[in-house]
C-alpha cells in the first residue's frame, strides 16, 4: 500500500509568513531592519505595520506553508 508523503515546509517562507483566517497571506514590511538614521519617523512607523501578499504571489506562498 502506497502511503501518501507529506510536504515539507519552506522553512524561510514560514519565518516571513502566516496566513489569515479568511486565506490572505500576512507580510511584514522590508527595509526595517538597519540604516534606520536617515530614514523618516513617518517612514519607519509605517513599515511597522503588517500587509498582505498580492494575489499574484499568495498562491505560490501558500504552497510553500502546506500546513499553516
Not at 32 to 55: C, F, Q, V
Request: charged content about 30%.
Amino acid at each position: 500500500m502506497a502511503t501518501k508523503n507529506k510536504i515539507k515546509t519552506h522553512r524561510g517562507a514560514a519565518k516571513r509568513f502566516s496566513l489569515t483566517k479568511s486565506g490572505k497571506v500576512k507580510r511584514s514590511h522590508a527595509y526595517r531592519s538597519h540604516i534606520l538614521t536617515k530614514k523618516t519617523t513617518k517612514r519607519k512607523r509605517a513599515l511597522r505595520k503588517n500587509g498582505y501578499a498580492a494575489d499574484a504571489n499568495a498562491s505560490t506562498i501558500k504552497k510553500l506553508i502546506p500546513y499553516s
